[in-house]
């Protein structure tokens, strides 16, 4: 196994982790230890990406772990941040709903033999903000603060705008998949 997928199979196992020191009475000195965990899933998820384009590390076995890894990190923390601020249960059900429709749609596209299109920076820059909106969240009881709840919406109402347009940013990339049956790189060299 090399390094990059290494550092997904430790991300995979901070997944548990992080939901155990969500949930389980601590000390006040370790109130830390879940946003730790999270910036240390966010420095492993760059730098294995990062170690794998820019030494020519892809393999198979990473093209399948690093977006499972993706996903379980954001449903897990998702649910996390949803049962600790009930707000977010918006957000919670939209993400569980994405991956079960990304899921099916990436399975569809397999199933056709049309080879399935990177992320996007639309997609990108929605996870960036939700990221960071969460790490404020994991940051607040390490200096004993409580958010207000309009707050609390306006992270919501944030997060899902950008997940909607995102989403529907997707769809037309999709349905010419669908219409041409053929991969992304060959439909966009027709083009040009």
């Known amino acids: 196994m090399n ?3 290494t550092l997904t199979v430790i991300r995979l196992i901070l997944v548990p982790i ?3 020191t969500m949930f389980v009475p601590m000390p006040m000195e370790w109130r830390w230890l879940p946003l730790a965990i999270i910036v240390l899933s966010g420095i492993t998820d760059v730098a294995d990406g990062y170690i794998a384009r820019r030494f020519n590390q892809i393999t198979q076995l ?3 772990l690093d977006p499972l890894a993706d996903k379980l990190s954001l449903l897990a923390l998702s649910i996390c941040i949803a049962i600790k601020y009930s707000p977010f ?3 919670a059900i939209v993400v569980i709903v994405k991956e079960i429709l990304q899921i099916l749609g990436g ?4 199933k056709k033999k049309i080879k399935i299109p990177s992320s996007r920076w639309f997609g990108k820059a929605c996870t960036a ?3 960071c909106c969460y790490i404020i969240l994991l940051a607040l009881p390490i200096f004993r603060v409580a958010p207000a709840v309009w707050i609390l919406w306006i992270m919501v109402v944030l997060i899902l705008v950008l997940m909607l347009l995102a989403f529907f940013s997707y769809l037309p990339m999709f349905w010419r998949l669908l ?3 053929k991969p992304l790189e060959d ?3 027709e083009k040009s």
């Open 3 to 5: 390094v990059p997928n």
């Open 18 to 20: 992080f939901v155990i």
């Open 62 to 64: 990473g093209k399948i």
């Open 89 to 91: 249960w918006v957000i």
């Open 107 to 110: 399975g569809y596209l397999m």
């Open 129 to 131: 903000v939700t990221y």
């Open 179 to 181: 219409q041409q049956n």
């Open 187 to 189: 439909s966009l060299q």
